[in-house]
């Protein structure tokens, strides 16, 4: 097939046409044109808690379309104030305020201009493999000095200097002596530290709680702010509505200040949000941020529906059942050049061979076409798998023997 699209993406080749049903709930499955029927455990990546088309979620979307699709955002709707009412009840921040969006990405820019302008600093810490999106710079091109201004200077403009030189120091991930000094010799300019707290795309690596809990200490003694990106980890991934709550646990006293959330919120509708403690989020005065789509009603009974679901099916005790059920399946069968199983729930991630040989990429081709399972492959070298929920031991099964024959069959050598 001719790919009418830029040419960004490496292909597989492969034309998904629906999911396909495979018992109650949303379905674990999707079938091709040519009828091909794959297990997914890559989900769009990471974007179908659910499975796809739950029936209920479904029903939820349809009946929000025909009673409202969109509205500016200067006009309340029901089902964003729900939607924003419910995040601040399941997530980690203090009297939680939230900018929606629609995107993982939009949601880290949102939060980038939140810490610039609360702290009035401009220096961003964040980690070694750390992902957080791919934006460059529309509001660069932006006329309105109103929107811009604040944030960005173009050349030869005569007006004072904010954010110009924004600024990002990048420290090895788990590193908090490598914090300490950072705020030491930069701390005046430090405006926040975000952190995955489980880095997805680097590789599936969790940080451990003394990192996370380190680092809420240190921004909180310099003033700066803790910003913490759940858009891969978020919405019961882990077994918890967060990682934070997985990883760190419950205390309020050391909860992050910014907390953003994409992929899962949605179950499979692009929705993104930004939570912040109300004393952080009181700098985005009017016209300071903003979006036409972001937290459009479709979006948010999308979004309302997933969390609604997740809770009703106890589909987050399942997700969190996923990687020791694996790391089970290889005690009782390993396989040689399995060299670590990473994760928490259901991100989880498969080391094969040492990470600098990025022996995993040859894996994805044999997985889909001999064994008609999707997986993502992160940081060269592991094997990723972002199941719905509702995925166990079958499942978990059919992937390890699957990836044990490709193994055995040299597909990573
Ligand atoms: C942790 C994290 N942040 C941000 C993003 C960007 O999200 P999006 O692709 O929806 O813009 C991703 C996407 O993989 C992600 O994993």
């Given at each position: 097939m001719t790919d009418l699209r830029w040419p960004t993406y490496g292909l597989r080749n492969v034309t998904l046409e629906a999911a396909q049903p495979d018992g109650e709930g949303g379905s674990m499955h999707v079938v091709d044109s040519d009828g091909n029927v794959y297990l997914d455990a890559m989900t769009g990546v990471g974007c179908a808690p659910l499975g796809h088309a739950h029936p209920l979620w479904v029903e939820a979307i349809e009946r929000q379309m025909r009673r409202l699709s969109t509205a500016a955002n200067s006009i309340f709707t029901g089902p964003q104030q729900q939607l924003a009412r419910r995040l601040g009840d399941l997530f980690p921040i203090d009297d939680a305020r939230v900018f929606f969006a629609n995107t993982g990405t939009e949601t880290t820019e949102?939060?980038?201009?939140?810490?610039?302008r609360a702290t009035g600093c401009d220096t961003i810490v964040c980690f070694d493999r750390a992902f957080h999106g791919r934006s460059l710079g529309a509001l660069s091109l932006t006329a309105n000095p109103a929107y811009r201004e604040p944030y960005i200077r173009c050349t030869g403009e005569d007006a004072p200097e904010r954010f110009l030189d924004a600024r990002v120091i990048r420290l090895p991930f788990g590193d908090l002596d490598a914090v300490r000094q950072a705020f030491a010799d930069h701390g005046e300019r430090i405006a926040a530290a975000f952190v995955e707290p489980i880095q997805g795309e680097g590789g599936v690596f969790p940080a451990t709680r003394e990192f996370l809990v380190g680092l809420r200490q240190i921004t909180r003694e310099h003033g700066a702010l803790l910003g913490v990106d759940?858009?891969?980890?978020?919405?019961?991934?882990?077994?918890?509505?967060?990682?934070?709550?997985?990883?760190?646990?419950?205390?309020?006293?050391?909860?992050?200040?910014?907390?953003?959330?994409?992929?899962?919120?949605?179950?499979?509708?692009?929705?993104g949000a930004c939570l912040a403690s109300k004393e952080a989020a009181s700098a985005m005065i009017g016209g300071s941020h903003g979006t036409t789509f972001g937290g459009n009603p479709l979006a948010c009974a999308a979004a309302l529906a997933t969390l609604r679901i997740i809770e009703e099916e106890g589909l987050m005790a399942k997700a969190g059942a996923q990687t020791p059920t694996l790391r089970e399946l290889a005690a009782a069968a390993p396989i040689d050049q399995v060299t670590e199983i990473r994760g928490l729930g259901a991100m989880i991630g498969i080391q094969i061979g040492a990470a600098e040989d990025r022996a995993a990429g040859p894996l994805n081709g044999p997985l889909m076409h001999d064994h008609k399972i999707f997986v993502t492959i992160c940081g060269g070298h592991s094997v990723r798998l972002l199941l719905p929920y509702r995925a166990g031991k079958p499942e978990l099964e059919q992937i390890w023997g699957a990836l044990a024959e490709c193994l055995r069959a040299g597909a990573a050598s």
């Amino acid at each position: 097939m001719t790919d009418l699209r830029w040419p960004t993406y490496g292909l597989r080749n492969v034309t998904l046409e629906a999911a396909q049903p495979d018992g109650e709930g949303g379905s674990m499955h999707v079938v091709d044109s040519d009828g091909n029927v794959y297990l997914d455990a890559m989900t769009g990546v990471g974007c179908a808690p659910l499975g796809h088309a739950h029936p209920l979620w479904v029903e939820a979307i349809e009946r929000q379309m025909r009673r409202l699709s969109t509205a500016a955002n200067s006009i309340f709707t029901g089902p964003q104030q729900q939607l924003a009412r419910r995040l601040g009840d399941l997530f980690p921040i203090d009297d939680a305020r939230v900018f929606f969006a629609n995107t993982g990405t939009e949601t880290t820019e949102a939060a980038i201009k939140l810490a610039l302008r609360a702290t009035g600093c401009d220096t961003i810490v964040c980690f070694d493999r750390a992902f957080h999106g791919r934006s460059l710079g529309a509001l660069s091109l932006t006329a309105n000095p109103a929107y811009r201004e604040p944030y960005i200077r173009c050349t030869g403009e005569d007006a004072p200097e904010r954010f110009l030189d924004a600024r990002v120091i990048r420290l090895p991930f788990g590193d908090l002596d490598a914090v300490r000094q950072a705020f030491a010799d930069h701390g005046e300019r430090i405006a926040a530290a975000f952190v995955e707290p489980i880095q997805g795309e680097g590789g599936v690596f969790p940080a451990t709680r003394e990192f996370l809990v380190g680092l809420r200490q240190i921004t909180r003694e310099h003033g700066a702010l803790l910003g913490v990106d759940e858009v891969q980890t978020g919405c019961g991934r882990t077994g918890h509505w967060s990682a934070w709550q997985a990883i760190v646990g419950d205390d309020p006293a050391l909860r992050p200040d910014i907390l953003w959330l994409a992929k899962a919120l949605g179950g499979g509708f692009p929705v993104g949000a930004c939570l912040a403690s109300k004393e952080a989020a009181s700098a985005m005065i009017g016209g300071s941020h903003g979006t036409t789509f972001g937290g459009n009603p479709l979006a948010c009974a999308a979004a309302l529906a997933t969390l609604r679901i997740i809770e009703e099916e106890g589909l987050m005790a399942k997700a969190g059942a996923q990687t020791p059920t694996l790391r089970e399946l290889a005690a009782a069968a390993p396989i040689d050049q399995v060299t670590e199983i990473r994760g928490l729930g259901a991100m989880i991630g498969i080391q094969i061979g040492a990470a600098e040989d990025r022996a995993a990429g040859p894996l994805n081709g044999p997985l889909m076409h001999d064994h008609k399972i999707f997986v993502t492959i992160c940081g060269g070298h592991s094997v990723r798998l972002l199941l719905p929920y509702r995925a166990g031991k079958p499942e978990l099964e059919q992937i390890w023997g699957a990836l044990a024959e490709c193994l055995r069959a040299g597909a990573a050598s």
